[in-house]
């Protein structure tokens, strides 16, 4: 049976995810991942985490984006690594942020409307026709 990633492997996975540097894919991040956390994950494994399935989406798009890595000077490889590094989990929370807004106004319109059941709280915001001047009846 896989092992479950616990709170402190995620953190790992998603911290490795944003300084990855290269070609990222499942496989890769999966042998990546075995010497921090001592087990190699499943694709799956990773894949159900959200948090790990946002970051590596994330940073896909973010490399395909054409984001390059500009040589500097080895005295400051350190440095240029660790803003990298920072840049790319900075870029991540802001995406996980508006996320999480996302969520929270759909929690509150549901929990109003449905009398509050943890169900109901992650359902589908309805449609709404702004275009629309007609009085719906």
């Not at 896909?60 to 840049?87: C, D, H, M, Y």
Request: charged share 35%; aromatic share 6%; net charge positive.
């Amino acid at each position: 049976m896989a092992k479950h990633l616990s709170e402190r492997d995620i953190d790992l996975v998603v911290g490795l995810i944003d300084g990855w540097e290269g070609k990222l894919s499942w496989d890769a991040l999966g042998d990546a991942v075995e010497p921090l956390i001592g087990t190699r994950p499943a694709r799956q494994t990773l894949a159900l985490q959200e948090r790990v399935r946002s970051a590596f989406d994330h940073q896909k798009a973010r490399l395909k984006s054409g984001f390059t890595k500009v040589k500097p000077p080895a005295s400051l490889r350190i440095a240029e690594q660790r803003i990298r590094r920072l840049e790319a989990e900075n870029s991540r929370l802001e995406h996980e942020n508006t996320r999480l807004l996302e969520r929270f106004m759909r929690w509150q319109y549901n929990a109003h409307k449905f009398n509050v059941s943890a169900d109901k709280l992650d359902a589908p915001l309805p449609f709404v026709d702004r275009d629309s001047s007609e009085a719906k009846s």
